[in-house]
């Protein structure tokens, strides 16, 4: 079975532990003997509600999730979060501040517009988003409703290696791309949340990291499956949540747990993402685009500068079995994402394919 995967660079959804689909594999028909699939039993049930409850305990302990924060388990994307922050949060004063890094911030900037005044407290579309604001270039307002950023930009292949200071106002934080990457001081934040097919489990399932105080306050018009406070009071099952999500993150956390938690995610992180970055910065054809303190640990982005060399590249690294290295549309070139499933072997082999391919074409 093993035999048959790729490496996958896929930036999401993107690759899962081997054995967390191995281990679903085994309980797809037969669950713990229910004789059904958690595909099919009811989400009141006892058997799944253990399961909900395991998966929010275990992700509690792997990320030392303090008391005074809920974990919920919804739907829509990251993206429907971009409009459910706003709806929640922005009656606080009426206006919010956003830092512009990528794609998916400026996204949820455009949406939260819609909900009140928006504040620009960064914008790097100035250097094409290839680096992430100094703390002090960050203009920020101490009455706004929170402060909102993207740990991880996911096209461009940033990372902030920082958490925004921003005195008493919240901080709302888009961590779709690098969650679970490494260990995360919770109480610094208001919300964080992720879609779950980059790093966590299938598509389907948006976790949300919020802080007891901050809901209800919605717009009166706010849809009941967008107010965190009903979300937080139905523990989640307001309706039916994405059953079959919540368990495979729950395989996820424990294999995560099994192999050393967050610290061991965050060292191994390390050890992909700098043999990557260390053969770019060596290299007569390949080019990392993004500034050296800014870079993702998570999404390398690279290029040879030239567009049929690069589309070259990609095509003849599928045929030696390395997947979905094509960049984004909107940035071109290369991007091998690089999440926590992906085996370090997997990183050294595309080095080497690199290598190959850069004496080849030099
Ligand atoms: C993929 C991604 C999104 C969009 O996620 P959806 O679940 O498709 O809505 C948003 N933000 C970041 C950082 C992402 O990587």
Redo the contacts with the bound molecule.
């Keep these: 079975m093993a035999s048959k995967r790729v490496y996958n660079f896929s930036?999401?959804p993107s690759m899962l532990p081997l054995e967390c689909l191995e281990k679903a594999g085994s309980e797809i028909t037969n669950f713990n003997n229910t004789g059904m699939s958690v595909m099919e039993m009811s989400h009141r049930s006892k058997v799944f509600t253990s399961i909900l409850q395991e998966t929010k305990a275990g992700l509690k302990g792997l990320m030392k999730i303090p008391d005074n924060y809920e974990i919920l388990f919804l739907q829509?994307?990251?993206?429907?979060q971009f409009a459910m922050v706003p709806m929640n949060l922005m009656s606080r004063t009426g206006k919010a501040d956003y830092a512009i890094t990528g794609n998916?911030s400026g996204l949820a900037y455009n949406e939260a517009r819609k909900y009140g005044t928006c504040n620009t407290a960064a914008d790097t579309k100035d250097r094409n988003h290839t680096y992430i604001p100094a703390q002090q270039e960050l203009i920020t307002d101490k009455d706004a409703s929170y402060f909102y950023y993207?740990a991880?930009?996911?096209i461009y292949g940033t990372e902030w290696k920082y958490i925004p200071e921003t005195g008493d106002v919240p901080i709302v934080c888009?961590m779709?791309?690098n969650i679970l990457s490494c260990p995360v001081d919770i109480s610094k934040y208001g919300i964080i949340f992720a879609?779950a097919?980059?790093n966590m489990s299938p598509?389907g399932l948006?976790v949300v990291i919020i802080r007891k105080d901050l809901p209800g306050r919605q717009f009166d018009y706010t849809p009941v499956m967008l107010n965190y406070e009903v979300m937080i009071k139905k523990d989640s099952m307001h309706n039916t949540p994405p059953c079959y999500n919540i368990y495979m993150l729950g395989l996820v956390v424990k294999w995560i747990e099994q192999k050393g938690g967050l610290e061991a995610m965050e060292q191994l992180k390390k050890e992909r993402s700098s043999l990557l970055y260390d053969f770019l910065d060596n290299s007569g054809l390949f080019k990392c685009p993004v500034e050296p303190d800014s870079r993702s640990g998570m999404n390398v982005v690279f290029s040879t500068g030239d567009n049929e060399l690069d589309t070259r590249f990609v095509s003849e690294a599928e045929k030696a079995g390395f997947f979905n290295l094509k960049g984004h549309r909107s940035v071109g070139g290369m991007r091998a994402s690089i999440y926590n499933a992906m085996p370090v072997e997997g990183v050294k082999k595309l080095v080497e394919f690199m290598k190959d391919f850069e004496l080849k074409n030099k």
């Design positions: 930036a999401g829509g994307g990251a993206t429907l998916f993207c991880n930009n996911t888009d779709s791309s879609g097919q980059k598509a948006t």
